[in-house]
């Protein structure tokens, strides 16, 4: 399978409507390059400030979720992006939703690993979901979840051809989104796309280099540092091709990696 995967790598605002407004754009521009995947930032809906989560946060079927459905059916994109969830009981999640673009229907993963403060916010998830797409089977990891490999191991495990990242990544870490999309890429035999936001929130400042690496860790797509939206094609078949030789999920020794689930080990 060969497609033209599209990487959006815009500033948020705290301002729903406008973030609304910058994807509607993003993505007819998308439409008319012929990209059949765009990616948003983390938390791309409703912006950045966990304090405000309370009173923007929706559940799935909510009208900011739906609103991107209709996007994706009308621009003909499969999309994926970073919103703030409200699930069951009031309980709030950063999120990525995963939208077909004949359906609009949106697919949720929930981030695992949290960063920081984030915790005081929102509670993780606890699942790793493979999503199947027109283009595809893909994985979705948020941000800090590409800091653990078990995450897009467990991932390409159950079939992902490609690993999705939405993340919201601040200086100094541009050194750490690098190192971990190419070595995920490697390590899995998959196509990575990360797609990082720019500007600044608060202490932070955020680097952008979103960008698309092969399963040679070969970098397809650089973003650099300003707001722009960028594409790329991408090649499944060369998912299979780099296996020869290192076939590092073949050759796992999974009776060997017992510590892996010891919450403490040698500690």
């Known amino acids: 399978m060969r497609f033209k995967i599209g990487l959006a790598q815009l500033r948020l605002s705290p301002d729903p409507k406008k973030n609304l407004a910058a994807a509607g754009e993003a993505a007819k521009t998308a439409g008319v390059s012929g990209v059949s995947l765009l990616v948003f930032p983390e938390m791309f809906l409703q912006g950045l400030d966990m304090e405000a989560l309370a009173g923007t946060a929706e559940p799935p079927e909510g009208p900011l979720v739906r609103a991107m459905g209709d996007l994706a059916v009308k621009e003909g994109i499969n999309l994926v992006f970073g919103f703030a969830e409200r699930g069951a009981g009031g309980k709030m999640y950063n999120s ?95 196509h990575t796309a990360v797609c990082n936001t720019v500007g600044a929130s608060g202490e932070y400042k955020f680097f ?57 080990p040698g500690r």
Request: net charge negative; charged share 25%; with cysteine.
């Open 96 to 190: 990525a939703a995963v939208v077909e673009r004949s359906t609009g229907k949106a697919h949720v993963y929930r981030k695992v690993h949290l960063f920081g403060k984030e915790g005081l916010y929102v509670e993780p998830g606890g699942d790793y979901p493979v999503f199947d797409l027109d283009v595809g089977r893909v994985g979705v990891l948020i941000c800090f979840d590409s800091e653990f490999p078990e995450v897009a191991r467990t991932l390409a495990l159950k079939g992902a051809q490609i690993l999705i990242c939405p993340t919201a990544n601040m200086v100094p870490f541009e050194p750490y989104q690098e190192v971990y999309m190419r070595a995920r890429a490697m390590e899995n035999h998959v």
């Open 208 to 264: 952008g280099r979103s960008g698309v690496r092969d399963p040679l860790g070969r970098t397809i797509l650089d973003l650099g540092y300003e707001e722009c939206v960028g594409f790329a094609w991408v090649d499944l078949a060369a998912n299979e091709a780099s296996r020869d030789g290192l076939d590092y999920l073949a050759k796992r020794r999974p009776e060997t990696y017992g510590a892996l689930v010891e919450k403490n």
